[in-house]
């Protein structure tokens, strides 16, 4: 069974490819940049650094083995009892056809029971506001915070 700490999280069809551990290049970093900034104009690129002081690890979604998206999520510590996605990105083409809802189930399927699932949504993201609630979420009283 594909666990959140697996390098490959496999739903089948859909994949999630757990990026390199950013030591001896920044591929890696700049493959998210790019997915990032091209759906986020207003998100300035993010360094190889910023990458490493997130905290997260990230992936890059792959489905029927083309690349489509990238998501970025902090796993729980200690300290934070939670998977909290920061940052979750599909290429245009592959919006608006059930493949972020699936992707969303299956992580929430795959989170361990006593840990809830976050995750970080804009204000003007109407279109994953709307999944989330779909999917029985709810906005925290974190301004911008959504539990699954």
């Known amino acids: 069974m594909t666990e959140l700490t697996d390098s490959i999280i496999d739903f089948g069809e859909i ?3 757990r ?3 950013f030591k001896d290049t920044t591929t890696d970093a700049v493959i998210i940049s790019m997915i990032l900034k091209e759906n986020y104009p207003y998100v300035n690129t993010m360094t190889y650094q910023q990458i490493i002081e997130a905290n997260a ?3 890059t979604i792959t489905y029927e083995g083309k690349l489509v998206g990238c998501i970025g999520m902090s796993l729980p510590t200690t300290q934070l009892r939670a998977v909290f996605i920061r940052s979750f990105c599909l290429l245009p083409e592959y919006r608006f056809n059930g493949l ?3 992707i ?3 992580l929430k399927d795959i989170t361990p029971k006593l840990n809830p699932l976050y995750l970080n949504i804009k204000e003007f993201n109407k279109p994953m506001q709307s999944l989330v609630k779909k999917l029985g979420g709810i906005e925290t009283d974190d301004k911008g915070v959504w539990k699954i």
């Open 15 to 17: 994949k999630l490819n």
């Open 19 to 21: 990026l390199g551990e």
């Open 57 to 59: 690890r990230y992936y």
């Open 100 to 102: 972020g809802e699936k």
């Open 104 to 106: 969303l189930k299956n």
